[in-house]
C-alpha cells in the first residue's frame, strides 16, 4: 500500500522542526519570538526549548561579574527573573495544545551566540528563534547582534522575529 504524496509531503513537514529552541531576555522582542514559536510548535507538535543565557558581564547597577564568575546573589535574581518570563510564556499557551515546553538557564563564560548556538548542536535543535533586539540598559542581555551571531554560526536555520 502506497502513501498519497500529499501525506508523505506533510508527514515530512512536521519533521522538520521537533525540536525548537527560542532565546529569551525579557525583551518584547522575544516574548514575540516566544509567540511566534509557539505557533510553529503547535503546527508541527514540536518540543519547545526556552533559554536564557547569562553571560559573566551581566551588570545591574553597579555589581557586575569579576574575572568571568557571575555573583551568586546576582545570579539567583537574573534566575528569578527568566522564571517570570518563562512562566509568562507558559500562560500564553492553551490548554488544547500539546506541545512539550522546557526551560534553561545557561550561566556562561562564553558569548551568549556562542551559548546558544553550542547548545542548539548539543541538544539536535532544528529551528532556533531569537528577536531582532533585546532589552538595553539595566536588563541588557540579548542584542540586535546576537540574532546576527546566531544566524551567522547556527547549524540550523534561524528564525528573527521582528
Excluded at 531582532?132 to 528573527?160: D, E, I, N, Q, W
Aim: hydrophobic share 45%; aromatic share 6%; net charge positive.
Amino acid at each position: 500500500m502506497s502513501i498519497p504524496t500529499s501525506t508523505a509531503t506533510n508527514n515530512k513537514s512536521r519533521q522538520i522542526f521537533s525540536k525548537i529552541l527560542v532565546a529569551i531576555d525579557g525583551s518584547e522582542k522575544s516574548m514575540d519570538a516566544a509567540d511566534f514559536a509557539i505557533s510553529i510548535a503547535t503546527m508541527h507538535n514540536s518540543e519547545l526549548i526556552l533559554i536564557h543565557v547569562i553571560p559573566p558581564e551581566v551588570k545591574f547597577g553597579h555589581a557586575s561579574g569579576i574575572f568571568g564568575v557571575v555573583p551568586p546573589k546576582l545570579k539567583e535574581k537574573v534566575e528569578q527573573e527568566a522564571k517570570r518570563w518563562f512562566d509568562k510564556i507558559r500562560g500564553k499557551l492553551d490548554k488544547s495544545d500539546a506541545i512539550s515546553i522546557s526551560t534553561r538557564i545557561v550561566a556562561t563564560e562564553k558569548s551568549v551566540v556562542a551559548a546558544i548556538v553550542e547548545y542548539a548542536e548539543d541538544k539536535n535543535i532544528d529551528l532556533i528563534v531569537v528577536g531582532t533586539r533585546g532589552m538595553s540598559g539595566f536588563k541588557k542581555l540579548l542584542l540586535g547582534s546576537v540574532a546576527s551571531g546566531v544566524v551567522t554560526y547556527a547549524h540550523c536555520p534561524v528564525l528573527v522575529v521582528k
